[in-house]
């Protein structure tokens, strides 16, 4: 497992038909390194597409979103045991997007992380205050309950496994990056947080990653900062050659 994790969330972009020959261009443009693990998350019907594309790669697949239950009458909805079948490694659990757009809650993202972790999937579980939380200093707050809530009832051994992504809602997408300095003070409260629930030694290695307009510009102050671990890469994984610097930025930092 690499120190910095660098994972691309493609959103709702990208065809299947698309995704081979960009996928092919990311994996002439990132070598398999040591200290830096890659992870991408492109939308659901493109992840049989993906499959054979890395499989013998070391950049690693992920979907967006699942649901908790093995199977049944959940129209619409991807289980868990759908994601493995299909190599995945990670999902992206709790994204601001899920939670504004399609009302997800603390306690169905709390469902979620569980189903992935006792699936062998590795849930990368999104927080981030709002502008006017933050606006109001209750980002502390928010980012707590939002751990705690979907956190519960994950055991120590458990937790090892899991990623933070740290995503102020009002940094995803707008260009507006938090400063290195304020992302490293959330991620510091978050550590401590991970810490009084687990343990120093779990809380050490659970990665908190950075989202929020992270862009090969900014990456390597970001990767910089003793709490962050690597990002989570919204519009700039898109593009290959952005996307591919910022693995580089990561992989001097790592
Ligand atoms: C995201 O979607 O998780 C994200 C951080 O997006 P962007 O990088 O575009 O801000």
């Known amino acids: 497992m690499g120190r910095l994790l660098v994972v691309a969330n493609w959103k709702m972009n990208r065809l299947p038909s698309e995704t081979g020959p960009f996928l092919r261009q990311l994996l002439e443009q990132i070598p398999p390194m ?23 790669s070391s950049i690693q697949l992920g979907a967006q979103n699942m649901f908790w239950e093995r ?3 959940f129209t619409g909805e991807v289980s868990p045991a759908m994601l493995r079948d299909l190599y995945a490694t990670h999902v992206i659990l709790g994204h601001s997007e899920r939670r504004s757009i399609f009302g997800e809650t603390l306690p169905l993202i709390a469902l979620k992380v569980q189903a992935a972790l006792a699936n062998g999937l590795v849930p990368i579980l999104c927080v981030g205050e709002s502008a006017k939380e933050r606006d109001d200093g209750r980002q502390f707050w928010v980012v707590e309950q939002q751990l705690i809530t979907a956190l519960e009832n ?17 940094a ?3 260009g507006k ?10 991620h510091g409260h978050i550590r401590s947080l991970l810490q009084r629930l687990f343990g120093d030694a779990v809380a050490r290695h659970i990665r908190i990653l950075y989202g929020g307009s992270v862009k090969a510009a900014n990456a390597m102050d970001l990767f910089q900062q003793p709490d962050i671990d690597g990002g989570l890469v919204g519009g700039a994984s898109l593009d290959a ?3 591919s610097s910022i693995v580089a930025h990561a992989r001097s930092c790592a």
């Open 71 to 73: 199977d049944g009458a």
């Open 177 to 186: 990056t938090a400063t290195p300095a304020l992302a490293q003070e959330m």
């Open 172 to 174: 995803i997408g707008t």
């Open 34 to 56: 040591q200290h830096v693990s890659v992870v991408v998350c492109p939308p659901f019907p493109s992840l049989a597409i993906a499959a054979p594309f890395l499989e013998k």
């Open 241 to 243: 050659n952005e996307f």
């Open 154 to 170: 994950i055991a120590t051994d458990q937790a090892r496994r899991l990623v933070v992504a740290y995503e102020p809602v009002w």
